[in-house]
Every structure is written in structure tokens, then in C-alpha cells.
């Protein structure tokens, strides 16, 4: 039996929340960074379910009219390719400037005994201020530890030891 959800609507869902809630609203005129969502134990870490995650909020929010900036194409904006896109707060204020960026979306992720705690947020990038909040919940199914490289109740970034 499969537990997981629909990882492709929930994540369209949290895109959808994100927007609704912003206080206050943003323009789909203005151009949006996504980052990976990130392990919340480790905040440089991340898996295969973070970049699956922020793709498809990416993607959604492209799909409802919105500008996203595809970070992958900038590696400055890196601290580790092989392990997804992490907003440098150092350079935030550079990357906005270029892009004339007002927001970011950004994330984090913890994994429990049997669900997936889902944290997004948009920042406003001026000020760092949190204008949009959406917490949910995933099943622990199969596909999710796969994204997750779980092993024997522990999990690790794949392709590290």
C-alpha cells in the first residue's frame, strides 16, 4: 500500500497558500527566487524531496502568471550544487538588485516517525521580512523515502556517506 500524497498537488497547494496569504500581495510582475527547501536539523543540507519540492512551487507559480528566477543558471549563488540552491544571505541583496527581486520563497523540511513537516515562507528581500507562512504535512510513504534516501529509519543526502 502506498501512504504518500500527491506530492505534485500538495506542492501546488503550498504555492497556491503562499500567494493568497502574502500581506501584502505580490505582483506577479515581480520577479520571485526560489531556493531549496532544507533539512531543518542542518540548514545546508537538503535531498532529492527539497529540489522536488521547490520545483514543482516553481513551477506553479510560473503556471498562475508569476516571474520566478531560475537560480540553478547562477552558480554565486551556490554553496553546493550537487545539493540544490541556497540563498547566500550575503548575497540576497545583489541577486534582488540584478533581477529586481522583491521576494524569495524559501523552506524547510523535518522528517518524523511517519509524516513530513513542510515549512514555506516568502520574504520580502529588502528587509528579510516573512509576509506569507504555509505549514503542511506529507505521509512517510515509499516515494518520499526515496526522495528522502532513507535508510533503516535514518537519512542522508544522496551521494554522501
Do not use: C
Amino acid at each position: 500500500m502506498n501512504l504518500d500524497a500527491d506530492l505534485i498537488n500538495e506542492s501546488y497547494t503550498a504555492a497556491d497558500e503562499l500567494i493568497a496569504r502574502s500581506m501584502p500581495p505580490i505582483s506577479p510582475a515581480a520577479p520571485v527566487l526560489i531556493a531549496t527547501l532544507t533539512d531543518v536539523q542542518s540548514l545546508e543540507d537538503t535531498s532529492l524531496f527539497g529540489k522536488t519540492v521547490s520545483e514543482q512551487i516553481s513551477s506553479r507559480l510560473v503556471q498562475i502568471g508569476y516571474k520566478v528566477i531560475e537560480l540553478k543558471l547562477r552558480k554565486a549563488v551556490l554553496i553546493n550544487s550537487e545539493r540544490g540552491e541556497f540563498l547566500l544571505s550575503r548575497m540576497a541583496q545583489d541577486i534582488a538588485k540584478e533581477h529586481d527581486a522583491q521576494y524569495a520563497i524559501v523552506g524547510t523540511y523535518s522528517i518524523g516517525n511517519y509524516l513530513i513537516y513542510v515549512s514555506a515562507k516568502i520574504v520580502k528581500l529588502s528587509d528579510n521580512t516573512i509576509i506569507s507562512t504555509y505549514n503542511y504535512k506529507l505521509p512517510l510513504g515509499a516515494n518520499n523515502r526515496k526522495l528522502l534516501n532513507l535508510t533503516s529509519g535514518e537519512w542522508k543526502i544522496a551521494g554522501q556517506n
